[in-house]
């Protein structure tokens, strides 16, 4: 069963490395990387009956490249292991 939100592993290939490694402190091989599609937010009416513009989600896509992914909604530095 796939979660809501979470869309899948993908497959590694070398251009996407390249991009990868634009974003970590040495080289990484695909062999080191798990990389996953997931949603983060969509312009789906939400509980409050209000929803994000495409506009506003195509400038949000802009502005979380390169962002560090918190696990567990901690924000202790040593948790921080993913890049958006």
Known sequence: M???G???A???DSEKMALIN?????ELEPDEVYAF???LCDNDID???ERFTNDALEKLA???IGKTGIFDHSMKAENQVARI
């Open 37 to 39: 599609s997931v949603v």
């Open 47 to 49: 509980r409050d009956f």
């Open 62 to 64: 802009e502005l979380y």
């Open 22 to 26: 634009k974003f970590t402190k040495r």
């Open 10 to 12: 993908l497959n590694v």
């Open 6 to 8: 979470v869309l899948g």
């Open 2 to 4: 796939i979660k809501k």
